[in-house]
């Protein structure tokens, strides 16, 4: 494969990488590296090695992240549907584990369409953790929510407003910040040709005013000693270092943190504690680097967080109470969720969220179903967070099988007569999506937007 690379580009990185330039040269005639991470909210490594065909080789960036050779669309395959595991590229996998995420942490992913990294640091939150994600683009934002979706999350917020406009109303809440900032994506000319054709050196400088402002709105969520992780996917000094030692010159409360303890990459530019990632490290293009916090938010406003006490209408009873049968019904649990309704819809609020005025918000907490008329519907969202263990109606198939492919094009299953009411579908023991039983078929419940095409 051959790439034709801007000669500015090449100069400023044989500039870098000095010795090492011929080698970054090389990798341009080599394939892009593909990868995948496993989602452990649903799967583990162990059983998804034991499904999938594909060979899974480990990548040096996540414990939970492989390599894979093969050129199978994988996001066609029913495992990928179920949420097992999420495409991404390997060296992407690495700045989460930059953050140091603690089980109970609030963590917020301030630029975080598609999803991959939110989706990341999600699986090692526990179920009391708490992960806000924001995407400026409201396109881009509704994808991100529907991986959310996908790969099972629970406690979450989606918002889609700009860092200037979110982050002041969250002073000092978070302990962990990612600014995966957008970029130049010079470290992504490999695998997208389009990046090459809209580079400029113009255009990295803009870049890095734009990055900045990011973290300069960040600082203000972040609690004392709290750790905020800056990462791109460009070579350029510029969007790295240089924004990163602005930061510093301008915030003497944040000190840069040794990011040693990740076991790939190189250093940054004469910035040891940083990382970097070339082709020749075994991943595309990726630069972190790992600040802390050492002063208390002048921000932090505790009394925000607590939730909104709304009395409830006759009606928003009554669809509570329509929400609890519900529940009952679906569910094996006997103690119901923090329900909410927001005009039609129910939702099942997240756990620790903070009190949000204002427009913005795409999604806080699970969508549990939409009123209609007399009764509630459930949704789709209900059934790929849930566990198989949770639920009373249940079908199981392994993914091969005939009748799951059936039920991404959108066809009715076949199911025992004694089965009745709403029904997960689940792929090998996790949840996909789910139907309506009745006379021994299943009325197909997927969403048509996620259906396969024949």
Known sequence: MKISLPNVFLKRMKDIL?????????????????????????????????????ELRQSPFSDVGFYIESDEKLGNNPLHHCGAFYIQEPSASGAVNALGIEPDDRVL?????????????????????FLWSNEIVKSRANILLSNIERMGIRNYVVSSLSPEKLCPKLGGYFDKILVDAPCSGEGMFR????????????????????????????????????????????????????????????????????????????EGIDMPFARRIYPMDAGEGHFIARLKRNSEPEEYTPDAYGNSTVKESRETKEIIKKSKELYSE????????DFNVIND??????????????????????????????????????FTCAKMSELRNVVDFDYRSEQINSYLLGGELETENTMKGYTAVCVNGMTLGFGKASGGRLKNKYPKGLRKVR
Not at 330 to 337: G, H
Request: charged share 30%.
């Open 18 to 54: 000095n010795d090492d330039y011929e080698s970054f040269l090389r990798c341009y005639e080599e394939k892009p590296l593909k990868g995948l991470r496993v989602n452990t909210i649903k799967c583990s490594v162990e059983k998804l090695r034991s499904l999938l065909d594909t």
């Open 109 to 129: 992913d301030l630029c975080a369409a598609p999803g991959g990294k939110s989706t990341q640091i999600a699986a090692l939150l526990g179920e009391k953790g």
């Open 191 to 266: 695998k997208d040709a389009q990046a090459v054709l809209q580079w400029s050196e113009e255009h990295t400088k803009s870049c890095m005013e734009r990055q900045l402002q990011i973290l300069r709105s960040a600082r203000v969520c972040l609690k004392k000693g709290g750790i905020l992780v800056y990462s791109t996917c460009t070579f350029s000094k510029y969007e790295n270092e240089d924004v990163i030692n602005t930061f510093l010159n301008e915030n003497r409360d944040f000190e840069l943190c040794d990011c040693g303890f990740l076991s790939f990459g190189r």
């Open 330 to 337: 679906i569910f094996l649990k006997e103690d119901y969720p």
């Open 345 to 382: 819809r129910v939702m099942i609020n997240p756990v620790c969220s903070p009190f949000f005025e204002g427009s913005g918000i795409v999604r806080k907490g699970i969508l549990f179903g939409e009123v209609r008329k007399n009764r509630i519907e459930p949704s789709h969202q209900l």
